[in-house]
């Protein structure tokens, strides 16, 4: 059973940015692929980016691409989220997630899922 614990949420002013931070524990974390996922209000939740294990590999939903950046330390066992230039619409929980498969850009495709962090951009 991996647990996944999220940080660094906060509120922030549009242009500004913010460091996401989820640490795992409880399982061998380099053999999962991890997510992050957001759900603004009255939304569903969707995908935002995503790191394969060897961390060469990642994806991002194309509103965020350009701005945020996806990173993993396996020895640390933690996944980042860099997100620059913050917007507005941006506003939402965030979720770490963590897959064995692949990990593609699908809430179904993730086994684990941390508990959320708050995001809020004000313009």
């Known amino acids: 059973q991996v647990q996944l614990v999220e940080s660094g949420g906060g509120l922030v002013q549009a242009g500004g940015s913010l460091r996401l931070s989820c640490a795992a524990s409880g399982g061998t974390f380099s053999r999962y692929a991890m997510g992050w996922f957001r759900q603004a209000p009255g939304k569903e939740r969707e995908f935002v980016a995503v790191?394969?294990?060897?961390?060469?590999?990642?994806s991002y939903a194309d509103s965020v691409k350009g701005r945020f950046t996806i990173s993993r330390d396996n020895a640390k066992n933690t996944v980042y989220l860099q997100m620059n230039s913050l917007k507005a619409e941006d506003t939402a929980v965030y979720y770490c997630?963590?897959?064995?498969?692949?990990?593609?850009?699908?809430?179904?495709?993730?086994?684990?899922w941390g508990q959320g962090t708050q995001v809020t951009v004000s313009s």
């Open positions: 997630a963590a897959a064995i498969g692949l990990g593609i850009p699908s809430q179904y495709a993730y086994d684990y």
């Open positions: 790191i394969r294990w060897s961390g060469g590999s990642t």
